[in-house]
């Protein structure tokens, strides 16, 4: 679907001519123009489709950041059991020490 911008190229043809262009010249310049604001103008269907590419993006972005958090809080629950089993190897390595020097 084409944008539609309000342009009338005759009229600028007409106003570039008077103001001394040639008329070869008048006329590329509409047409550039017109191309120019043909393909440069979001349509509807364009803001839409954007949209709806941002959404997804969003809800793409909401999942990663929940299995981001998961993975988080798993492995802080690693660490836990790990610096736990640690500690209590390292009160038995203690109680040991003690138990022989004496």
């Known amino acids: 679907m084409a ?5 009338n190229p005759l009229a600028y043809i007409d ?3 008077r103001g001394g262009f040639s ?3 008048a006329r590329a310049s509409a047409e550039a123009l017109e191309t120019a604001f043909s393909e440069s103008v979001a349509t509807k269907t364009d803001v839409a489709e954007l949209k709806h590419g941002t959404d997804l993006l969003h809800r793409d972005l909401a999942e990663a950041e929940a299995r981001l958090r998961l993975e988080i809080s ?3 629950n690693d660490i836990l059991r790990w610096v736990f ?4 190897a390292l ?3 203690v109680f040991a020490i ?4 004496h």
């Open 15 to 17: 106003r570039l001519t």
């Open 91 to 93: 009160i038995g390595a």
């Open 85 to 88: 089993g640690f500690n209590l």
């Open 98 to 101: 003690i138990k022989f020097a």
């Open 3 to 7: 944008a539609q911008v309000l342009f």
């Open 74 to 76: 798993q492995s802080k």
């Open 23 to 25: 008329p070869e010249q």
